[in-house]
């Protein structure tokens, strides 16, 4: 069975940074897409990273361009996102998962995992 698992979240204050990780079990995890996706309280899911199975291109949703990377470790089967120049409106709950679509940004982009993880809590304020 799939698990994800993320953790590192917390509460920093604008303009600082965090990273954050997911460690993956019950998957071939070096043959998939995995991105990033975040729920800010009353929006929808989104998703503002993915990185290809090999490491070598990522993609990243307009409004985190520049202050995000992401990053793994096959070996460890984790999933890392480093975030810098952190804004309030970066409050959210993180989760990773694999995008169906590597292509995908923003809403509306499916999944391949169930169930989620718990996410971990990013909170960007002073």
């Known amino acids: 069975q799939v698990q994800l698992v993320e953790s590192g979240g917390g509460l920093v204050p604008p303009g600082g940074s965090l990273r954050i990780s997911c460690a993956a079990s019950g998957i071939r995890f070096n043959i998939f897409v995995m991105g990033w996706y975040r729920q800010a309280p009353g929006k929808q899911r989104e998703l503002v990273a993915s990185?290809?199975?090999?490491?070598?291109?990522?993609i990243y949703k307009d409004s985190v361009k520049g202050r995000f990377t992401i990053s793994r470790d096959n070996a460890k089967k984790t999933v890392y996102l480093q975030m810098d120049s952190l804004k309030p409106d970066d409050t959210a709950v993180y989760y990773c998962?694999?995008?169906?679509?590597?292509?995908?940004?923003?809403?509306?982009?499916?999944?391949?995992?169930?169930?989620w993880g718990q996410g971990t809590q990013v909170t960007v304020a002073t």
């Open positions: 998962n694999a995008p169906q679509d590597y292509y995908c940004l923003g809403y509306e982009c499916p999944a391949s995992f169930e169930p």
């Open positions: 990185i290809t199975n090999n490491g070598e291109s990522a």
